[in-house]
């Protein structure tokens, strides 16, 4: 079936630096591709959707395009800022549910 | 506008006891997922329901059921516990039944099985 898989964490960077989180997906049609974001405490948060091929998807500073030659939705980020630090999931939408990836924990160091 | 609510927010049970969750989503939107999210993993759908009829179903077993009332809130039921349901509860809610539509999570139900 549809499966979403996502590069393992935790990853800690120090503010500013560059993001980048893998992410990769299987599907036999044409899904739609989210990134959701956790931050401590709170319930998942959209946090940007791309819903077919060359798709960018783009919210706070995060971009991430559906590139469907290589089955990839990767998320970056320029310059992340301490407020970033959350957990991060990469899920994808067929026509009978949503499946998301293990999540990936982002830290971000002053 | 209050968002998505769930209770309660920590719950222990032992093993075969049956537990009931509950959830009232968005107002105005109708339909209400489920999702189990074990420590460490990503969360796994369990049922969604719009305009109170059952739409889609995850890979659980049928001592997991659900149910979603007039005013689209939903309850989520688990019977005969086992340690391995043990996780955090997340409900969502949508405005329609579409599966590429924003979901809108709660701050879920932490489950614990003793």
């Known amino acids: 079936g549809d499966s979403v898989t996502q590069m393992e964490g935790p990853v800690t960077l120090s503010e500013e630096a560059f993001l980048t989180i893998n992410c990769t997906y299987t599907?036999?049609?044409?899904?739609?591709l989210f990134w959701y974001v956790q931050y401590p405490g709170e319930g998942l948060q959209l946090l940007l959707k791309?819903?077919?091929?060359?798709d960018k998807g783009s919210n706070k500073g995060f971009e991430a395009t559906y590139r469907k030659e290589t089955t990839s939705f990767h998320l970056e980020k320029g310059s992340v800022q301490v407020s970033d630090s959350a957990v991060y999931f990469c899920?994808?939408?067929?026509?009978?549910?949503?499946?998301f990836g293990a999540g990936t924990r982002l830290t971000v160091k002053p | 506008d209050a968002g998505v609510t769930q209770s309660p927010t920590h719950l222990i049970k032992t093993r075969g006891q049956q537990v009931t969750l509950r959830c009232s989503p968005i107002?105005?939107?109708?339909?209400v997922s489920w999702y189990q999210q074990v420590l460490g993993q990503g969360p796994q759908f369990i049922f969604q329901?719009?305009?109170?009829?059952?739409?889609g179903r995850g890979n659980f077993p049928d001592r997991f059921s659900a149910r979603q009332f007039p005013n689209y809130s939903s309850e989520l039921n688990v019977n005969a516990l086992l340690l391995g349901d043990s996780a955090l509860y997340l409900c969502?809610?949508?405005?329609?039944?579409?599966?590429?539509?924003?979901?809108?999570f709660g701050s879920g139900t932490q489950l614990s099985v003793l």
């Open positions: 969502a809610s949508s405005q329609n039944s579409a599966t590429n539509e924003k979901l809108f």
């Open positions: 599907a036999t049609g044409y899904p739609s």
């Open positions: 791309a819903t077919k091929a060359d």
């Open positions: 899920a994808l939408s067929d026509r009978d549910d949503m499946r």
């Open positions: 107002s105005g939107h109708k339909s």
């Open positions: 329901y719009y305009e109170k009829e059952e739409r």
